[in-house]
């Protein structure tokens, strides 16, 4: 079942923050989260294992609730290039096959 | 580094025409590559697990003879959609694992798929 994110969307004004969320109905061994462009592949921002181990982004942070089965990403200070759509994808067979959430579109102005 | 590389970068093709597309690890060995779908404004879906040298593990509801995989070689998978018809044109996907690393995926720049 693919997990879910909230919100669906949002918008944002250059310099605000922002926190997007992943939900998902089974256990994880790890998170991951990507950021699409319109027509673009996704680019890898950030990783988080079960454990507490992560690897990411500068700018960006990131949680994971192993318990609530849950991971949020924090984007702060936000930029005109932060616009995208967001997608976490979940790994929850250990075998690194993920399932990418429902996606939040995240639209950053001036 | 970690730069994965697809193509061709669209395609438009006739009803009942396959259609092979590459994906390319060029500056690291890929055991492991994924081939997702995505229809505009949905997300990512899973198609199959490209191992190399051995067959591909396709996801469920996902037709194995209609969607070839190969994956020949530690930097080379491919994805045939043979005999194409018009629900088949999305935007194709391949990533490939970082296996030395935290088992990050990158992505290639994916593939237009449009049948006529």
């Known amino acids: 079942q693919q997990p879910v994110q909230s919100p669906q969307a949002v918008i944002l004004r250059e310099g605000e923050d922002a926190v997007i969320n992943c939900s998902s109905s089974?256990?994880?061994?790890?998170v991951h989260w990507y950021r699409q462009k319109h027509g673009e592949a996704p680019v890898f921002l950030m990783i988080?294992?079960?454990?507490?181990e992560q690897k990411g982004h500068e700018k960006i942070s990131a949680s994971f609730n192993e318990k609530k089965q849950q991971s949020s990403l924090y984007l702060t200070a936000s930029q005109l290039s932060y616009s995208g759509t967001y997608f976490c994808?979940?790994?929850?067979?250990?075998?690194?096959?993920?399932?990418f959430g429902t996606g939040t579109q995240l639209k950053v102005e001036l | 580094g970690a730069v994965v590389s697809q193509h061709p970068s669209w395609v438009i093709c006739k009803s009942g025409t396959s259609v092979k597309i590459e994906c390319r690890s060029l500056?690291?060995?890929?055991?492991?590559m994924f081939w997702y779908r995505q229809f505009p404004k949905q997300s990512l879906m899973l198609m199959a697990t490209?191992?190399?040298?051995?067959?591909?593990?396709?996801e469920q509801g996902v037709e194995k003879d209609k969607f070839l995989i190969n994956h020949a070689s530690l930097t080379l998978s491919t994805l045939t959609v043979t005999s194409a018809h018009p629900e088949d044109s999305s935007f194709y996907i391949c990533?490939?694992?970082?296996?030395?690393?935290?088992?990050?995926?990158?992505f290639g720049p994916g593939t237009r798929l449009t049948v006529l």
């Open positions: 490209s191992n190399e040298g051995s067959k591909a593990t396709y």
């Open positions: 500056d690291f060995q890929a055991t492991t």
């Open positions: 990533s490939a694992r970082l296996a030395e690393s935290y088992n990050e995926q990158f």
């Open positions: 994808g979940t790994d929850t067979g250990g075998g690194n096959k993920l399932t």
């Open positions: 988080l294992l079960k454990g507490g």
């Open positions: 089974k256990a994880l061994y790890s």
